[in-house]
């Protein structure tokens, strides 16, 4: 029986994603060095959910919007229908301005 233990065998695909994490990681911080940012500044989102589509798991993903408030979120909107502004939030309980003024950045709608 051989002495050495084995390594256990790291898929292909798991290789990538951390290469693809570190050099994101690498890029992250050469971009904050250069421009003179803070490392603790947080970026917005790439992508921003819309209110008036996103199903409750992407809506739970907004900034403090949790599985319970993305369901209250997605239960106002099928029965009052979509948001036409991020401002309409303020409609279901539990949202407030402030939580208003925080989701902005991540959020929008298509509803004119």
């Known amino acids: 029986m051989n002495a050495r233990a084995s390594a256990p065998a790291v898929p292909p ?9 570190v050099l994101a990681l690498a ?6 060095r250069a421009s003179g940012a803070s490392p603790r500044t947080v970026a917005p989102p790439v992508c921003r959910i819309d209110l008036s589509t996103a199903p409750i798991e992407e809506l739970a ?5 949790g599985p319970q ?9 099928a029965v009052r229908g979509g948001f036409a502004s991020v401002d309409e939030l303020a409609r279901v309980t539990g949202i407030g301005e402030r939580k208003i003024a925080e989701l902005r950045e ?7």
Do not use: K
Request: one cysteine or more.
């Open 13 to 21: 695909w798991g290789i990538l994603c951390w290469s693809a994490f």
């Open 27 to 32: 890029a992250a911080l050469a971009v904050t």
């Open 61 to 65: 993903l907004l900034p403090e919007v």
């Open 69 to 77: 408030l993305a369901a209250r979120i997605a239960a106002d909107r």
């Open 106 to 112: 991540s959020a929008r709608t298509s509803t004119p």
